[in-house]
């Protein structure tokens, strides 16, 4: 069974048009969750760390939330520049120091 | 340096051949990670080091793969006999603990014909 979730897979927005990006998990024991931004051909650049449930972050356009079973990173009027694949990772406190990612969500914001 | 740099950036092997793929990390940062992200997939855990205590090597896929790093300087990971499903990106990050901002590197395109 997969640890993290996220969808949908891919989602194409007109420019300006708002969504969010969705990552769901079901082991419990969450120590923090990880958004992350990855451009093809680099390596993951960090955007939020979150650590409890309620817990909100904000980067221009960008605001992720924690629930107990789930984080949304909602995508506020985005920008073509915005185009990039999410990825969410999460670390638990029973599973040490080893990260579970996700998949992704390949965005692409259409000027 | 200003981040984390690997190399090479691309490899490319023949099947059986060893590989070994370097990581220089952030200067100042104690602790290291190694990644494998296949084609469409998500990042694969591998093997963590922190400061000088032992590794955490849970995500090694076999005994083929293999890390070093001395103190908090460069890391290798080294990859035996290689297959043909060993063929991935492979990414470094740095950081000063497990739950602190991971920096990654620009990762290694390794290719195993």
């Known amino acids: 069974e997969d640890q993290v979730t996220q969808s949908p897979e891919a989602l194409r927005l007109q420019e300006g048009e708002s969504s969010s990006l969705n990552c769901s998990y079901t082991?419990?024991?969450?120590?923090?969750l990880f958004w992350y931004r990855q451009d093809p051909g680099k390596g993951p650049e960090f955007l939020f760390t979150?650590?409890?449930a309620g817990e909100e972050k904000e980067k221009e356009r960008l605001k992720a939330t924690l629930t107990k079973k789930e984080s949304f990173l909602h995508i506020t009027a985005p920008k073509p520049e915005d185009s990039a694949t999410y990825l969410c990772?999460?670390?638990?406190?029973?599973?040490?120091?080893?990260?579970?990612f996700g998949t992704g969500t390949s965005l692409t914001v259409i000027p | 340096g200003a981040g984390v740099s690997q190399s090479p950036s691309n490899k490319v092997t023949e099947k059986g051949k060893d590989v070994e793929l370097r990581c220089d990390p952030i200067?100042?940062?104690?602790?290291l990670y190694w990644y494998r992200q296949r084609l469409g997939q998500g990042l694969e855990f591998l093997i963590y080091?922190?400061?000088?205590?032992?590794?955490?090597k849970s995500g090694l896929p076999s005994d083929r793969f293999s890390a070093e790093r001395t103190g908090e300087s460069v890391s290798t990971l080294t990859i035996q006999r290689t297959q043909q499903e060993d063929s991935a990106v492979y990414l470094c990050?740095?950081?000063?603990?497990?739950?602190?901002?991971?920096?990654f590197g620009p990762g290694t395109r390794l290719t195993v014909l």
């Open positions: 990050a740095s950081t000063f603990s497990v739950t602190d901002t991971q920096y």
């Open positions: 082991v419990s024991g969450l120590r923090g």
């Open positions: 979150l650590y409890s």
């Open positions: 990772a999460l670390l638990y406190s029973n599973t040490g120091n080893q990260f579970y």
């Open positions: 200067s100042g940062h104690t602790a």
């Open positions: 080091f922190q400061g000088n205590s032992a590794p955490d």
